[in-house]
């Protein structure tokens, strides 16, 4: 074994000719599951591996690793540094994969579609926001938009206006402006983060990690304060600061950071207890202590999940009231589960929110720099954890014709982020876990006649009702929320086109799951052979 620090010259190998030497193999990349298993091999010079996971594959803490023989930082878990056991000199060290002019090593960006390149539904289109604050627009992918507010046209889209090194932005836009009346009016762009993706922050455990958060902004319009915010994913936790734009229809880089790291409720695994009292609704809902932390999830028979209901108050040492109402009636002795404020919801998936404030009323504020528990306070918030600051000035729903374009967003661990251009093809990778179609990329849904569609030929002649299952492109995170179907033909929803009778035909997505869906016709079709059934399709999950 050469063990040789210089890689060898670069070569085409021929099947039947010559012999591979180990210098060459030896500058092929490998892969390693888990940081636990790259904490057992030593490298040699130039050898490159691709971590799967910090402790799961896809966890957030995959990447690309380079061996440094004479590297001595400390192992922190693969944010930047791995140290293979029994060695004082020799790490395998995190690789930037993109634009990263810094020199810093980087650590993996946990938020899906940074660059906004993928808007697969309407691939440029504009979306409407509703605004009453319990409905959300989605664009580009993995990104949405949420207004409580008396302004008026509100839309959300993809735009080609980017900083340098990307080709796209979010754009949010303002049609008529309104003052901000209510305690609770705002807007803001954000993105639920899914526990598979940011468990390696490990948020609510006695090992959380401090983290960082990078981004492009161009403000029209409206200039001043606006304000960035953390939650988790119950709403009822979080942290906010603020960032200036001072100068509009500039493209600027804002950096916030360190975020400090949040073990709060590390320990307390979600428990149940029983009701000491028979209550109806409007009245509070009184159980015991034990255990409870003030932003804890309270859920049971009855008691409100939309918005959640929370332990708002310090807990005294006999019993806790929940100051939010309850739905129906809850007896005396009903079971009632308590989730401390870091469980993710088991429904979506959904461990926190990166969220950018554009507008918001005093009712949303909270204390800059800090982690904060607070109680919710009602319809159009969301939830009880802060999203501005009181330093809020730049109010984006005041002013007509207003816009913000927002790009290159990067969430990581550690003190500072740094931006990086993510891969292409590995970024539709990511994004295919939360959505994909059957359409080619750049071809909007819904497209009549579009190319590529999925295509089932019958064999024989009958009457009988098609059953076709379709696999996803890539396994999905979750059970996709919804599976649309489209007529390769006139692209209508709903509906496949039936070669035989040369007409679309109502369908339906059956049989769900994260590899794959089955397409049933509502009624039965007359075949022949030779006969094609042809549509596409949209998948999306709850993210």
Do not use: H, K, M, R
């Given at each position: 074994m050469s063990g040789s620090n210089v890689p060898p010259a670069l070569t085409v190998s021929s099947n039947g000719i010559g012999v591979v030497p180990d210098a060459l193999l030896n500058s092929f990349m490998q892969a390693a599951a888990l940081v636990a298993n790259l904490r057992s091999f030593q490298g040699i010079g130039n050898m490159n591996v691709w971590l799967c996971g910090t402790n799961a594959p896809n966890d957030g803490g995959q990447g690309v690793f380079i061996w440094s023989g004479s590297a001595t930082a400390a192992d922190d878990d693969g944010a930047t540094t791995i140290a293979p056991y029994g060695l004082l000199a020799g790490r395998w060290l995190r690789q930037s994969t993109g634009n990263n002019v810094s020199g810093q090593a980087v650590s993996e960006n946990f938020l899906v579609n940074s660059g906004c390149t993928?808007?697969?539904?309407?691939?440029?289109?504009?979306?409407?926001?509703?605004?009453?604050?319990?409905?959300?627009?989605?664009?580009?992918?993995?990104?949405?938009?949420?207004?409580f507010t008396l302004a008026s046209g509100l839309t959300l889209q993809r735009s080609g206006d980017a900083p340098g090194g990307l080709l796209n932005s979010i754009q949010l836009t303002v049609g008529t402006g309104a003052a901000i009346t209510r305690t609770n009016d705002g807007i803001i762009l954000f993105q639920n983060l899914n526990n598979t993706q940011i468990n390696s922050i490990a948020f609510g455990q006695n090992d959380a990690k401090i983290t960082s958060v990078a981004f492009w902004i161009k403000s029209h319009g409206v200039t001043g304060n606006y304000s960035f915010a953390l939650q988790n994913g119950f709403a009822s936790r979080g942290f906010v600061t603020s960032f200036d734009v001072p100068v509009a229809d500039?493209?600027?880089?804002?950096?916030?950071?360190?975020?400090?790291?949040d073990s709060y409720g590390a320990g307390t695994a979600p428990f149940t207890a029983n009701t000491t009292a028979s209550t109806t609704s409007g009245n509070v809902l009184t159980i015991p202590s034990a255990g409870i932390l003030v932003g804890a999830m309270i859920s049971g028979t009855n008691i409100p999940s939309s918005p959640p209901t929370y332990c708002d108050e310090v807990v005294s040492s006999t019993q806790i009231s929940l100051s939010a109402d309850?739905?129906?009636?809850?007896?005396?002795?009903?079971?009632?589960?308590?989730?401390?404020?870091?469980?993710?919801?088991?429904?979506?998936?959904?461990?926190?929110?990166f969220t950018l404030t554009l507008s918001a009323g005093t009712g949303f504020q909270g204390i800059a720099g800090a982690w904060q528990t607070t109680p919710p306070i009602g319809v159009g918030n969301g939830g009880g954890a802060p999203l501005a600051t009181t330093n809020q000035t730049a109010q984006l729903q005041t002013v007509s014709g207003a816009y913000v374009r927002v790009s290159g967003m990067t969430f990581q661990i550690g003190s500072q982020a740094v931006w990086e251009q993510e891969d292409p093809a590995y970024a539709l990778i990511r994004v295919q876990q939360f959505i994909q179609k059957s359409y080619e990329q750049s071809v909007a849904v819904g497209v009549a006649a579009a190319a590529t569609p999925v295509v089932w030929c019958q064999q024989t002649s009958g009457t009988f009702t098609p059953s076709i299952f379709v696999p996803f492109r890539q396994e999905m995170l979750l059970n996709p929320s919804s599976v649309t179907i489209y007529s390769a033909n006139s692209g209508a929803s709903g509906k496949v086109y039936d070669g035989n009778s040369a007409s679309d035909v109502a369908?339906?997505?059956?049989?769900?799951?994260?590899?794959?869906?089955?397409?049933?016709?509502?009624?039965?079709l007359a075949q022949a052979p030779g006969a094609l059934v042809e549509f596409q399709w949209l998948a999306e999950t709850s993210h």
């Open positions: 993928f808007d697969q539904v309407l691939e440029g289109g504009t979306y409407t926001v509703p605004t009453n604050g319990s409905q959300t627009a989605t664009s580009p992918d993995c990104w949405d938009a949420s207004a500039v493209w600027q880089l804002v950096n916030i950071g360190p975020i400090p790291a309850v739905s129906g009636t809850v007896s005396s002795g009903e079971t009632i589960t308590i989730s401390p404020p870091w469980t993710f919801d088991p429904s979506n998936n959904i461990l926190a929110t369908a339906t997505a059956v049989n769900i799951g994260p590899t794959g869906f089955t397409v049933q016709t509502n009624a039965p």
